[in-house]
C-alpha cells in the first residue's frame, strides 16, 4: 500500500482477495464454466473443484466435507440455520439470542417472533459477553434453537458458545454459531464448540463476496427455506458459484496453514496501536478486553469526540464507528450501549481492525493521524 492510500484498519468489514485466491479462481471464470450438475467434462470439471473446496472449507472447521453446505454468503448462511430449524422444529416455538447479534442474525430472529415464536433476547456483562446466568433460565423444553455469533464484529469479544452448546443439548435444541469474523483470525473447531450449525463469510476471509458456507452437523433437522432444484443436496438450491466456491476453499487453506502465526502479527499490531493511543490520548477506553477478544480487533473509546469526527478528522486511516452493515447512523452503537457504557462515552466509539498485511509502520502513522485528530477537536 503506498503513502497515498488510506492506511486500511476496517478489516471486521471486509478483506482484500488474497492473490492466492484470484489465481485458483481464474480458470474458473474462463474455461471451466461448466454446470456441476452437468454429466459431460465440463460439468465434472467444476463438480471436482467444488469437491476439493468443500474439503478445505471442513478442514479449518474441523468437520466432514459432507457438513459443509455453500451460499451467497453469511447472511444467508444465518437465514439458512435459523428459518431452517424453525421450519423442522414441531412443537418447539421458542428460539435464545443475545442483544449483540448482527443483523444477519437479529433480524430472521425478528421474523420469527412476528409469526409467533417466542424469542429471549440474553443481555451481555460489562466486557461484552453473553450472560450465562439469563441463558440457564432462558433454555428450556420449549427451545428449539439457540443462536449466538462466535466473536462480536464491533468488539472483537468472544461468546461463551461452549457453554451455551451445553444448555442447549441438555434441553434438546439445536444450537448455531456465526462464526463469519472469527474464522481465519481464531481456531475454530466446530465439535470442540459443539455447535449443530456454523456459518461462513468468506468476504471476512480473503475470499471473494459473495460466497460462504453453512456447518450442518449430520443429524440436526433443518430444513430448506428457499425452493428450487436439488443443489446442496436439496438443502441450497441454485447452480453453485464455482469460482468464488474455489476462492473460499483456498482461503480456508491459507487460513488454516498459518493461522498462529498471523494471529500473533496480528495482536502485536492491535496491541501497539492501543499502546500508542493510550499513551497520548488521557481518558481513551477500550470496549472489551484485549485478551477477550479477536486478535485483529480493536473497539476504543475516545473521550469527549464523537468517533465519526475523530476519523472525519483523520483522512490518512480508513476504519468505522462499529459495524459497517450499519454505519452512517449518527445513534450509539446498541452493542456498546448493552455493555452498560453511558451514550455520551458511546459515541466516542471507534473500530479499528489490523488484518494479514498491516505493518507496524502504518500502525505507527495512524496513531498519530487518529490522535492529532482527538487534539484538534479537544483542544483550544
Not at 464454466?33 to 471436482?48: D, I, K, L
Not at 456459518?199 to 480473503?206: D, M, Q, R, T
Not at 452493542?335 to 507496524?360: E, F, H, N, S, Y
Amino acid at each position: 500500500m503506498t503513502h497515498d492510500a488510506p492506511i486500511y484498519l476496517d478489516h471486521n468489514a471486509t478483506t482484500p482477495l488474497l492473490p492466492e485466491c484470484l489465481d485458483a479462481m481464474l480458470p474458473y471464470l474462463r474455461e471451466h464454466f461448466g454446470n456441476p450438475s452437468s454429466g459431460h467434462v465440463y460439468g465434472t470439471r467444476a463438480r471436482v473443484a467444488v469437491v476439493q473446496a468443500r474439503e478445505q472449507v471442513a478442514a479449518l472447521l474441523g468437520c466432514d466435507a459432507d457438513e459443509v453446505f455453500f451460499t451467497s454468503g453469511g447472511t444467508e448462511a444465518n437465514n439458512l440455520a435459523i428459518r431452517g430449524v424453525s421450519e423442522a422444529a414441531g412443537a418447539r416455538q421458542q428460539l435464545v439470542t443475545t442483544v449483540i447479534e448482527h443483523p444477519a442474525t437479529a433480524r430472521p430472529c425478528d421474523w420469527l417472533e412476528k409469526q409467533g415464536w417466542r424469542v429471549t433476547r440474553l443481555g451481555v456483562d460489562t466486557e461484552g459477553r453473553a450472560r450465562l446466568d439469563e441463558a440457564r433460565d432462558a433454555v428450556n423444553a420449549d427451545t428449539a434453537l439457540v443462536t449466538v455469533m462466535h466473536s462480536n464484529n464491533e468488539t472483537g469479544v468472544y461468546q461463551p458458545v461452549a457453554e451455551l452448546a451445553r444448555f442447549a443439548h441438555a434441553a434438546g435444541a439445536v444450537i448455531h454459531t456465526d462464526a463469519a469474523q472469527s474464522l481465519g483470525k481464531t481456531p475454530v473447531d466446530v465439535r470442540e464448540l459443539g455447535v449443530d450449525l456454523l456459518s461462513v463469510a468468506g468476504h471476512k476471509l480473503y475470499a471473494p463476496k459473495g460466497v460462504g458456507a453453512l456447518y450442518v452437523r449430520r443429524g440436526t433437522p433443518l430444513l430448506p427455506f428457499t425452493l428450487g432444484a436439488s443443489h446442496e443436496r436439496g438443502l441450497r438450491p441454485g447452480t453453485e458459484n464455482v469460482a468464488s466456491i474455489v476462492g473460499l476453499g483456498v482461503a480456508c487453506e491459507v487460513a488454516g496453514r498459518d493461522l498462529e502465526a498471523v494471529a500473533s502479527r496480528m495482536r502485536a499490531r492491535r496491541d501497539l496501536l492501543w499502546k500508542r493511543l493510550a499513551s497520548s490520548i488521557p481518558g481513551m477506553a477500550l470496549n472489551g478486553g484485549l485478551d477477550l477478544s479477536l486478535p485483529n480487533t480493536l473497539s476504543v473509546r475516545f473521550p469527549n469526540v464523537f468517533g465519526d469526527a475523530v476519523l472525519a478528522g483523520a483522512p490518512e486511516v480508513a476504519a468505522s464507528t462499529g459495524s459497517a452493515c450499519h454505519e452512517g447512523h449518527e445513534s450509539a452503537s446498541a452493542v456498546i450501549l448493552a455493555m452498560g457504557i453511558k451514550l455520551d462515552a458511546a459515541l466516542g466509539t471507534v473500530r479499528l481492525c489490523v488484518g494479514r498485511g498491516t505493518t507496524a509502520e502504518e500502525i505507527e502513522r495512524a496513531a498519530v493521524a487518529l490522535v492529532r485528530s482527538w487534539k484538534r477537536l479537544t483542544g483550544p
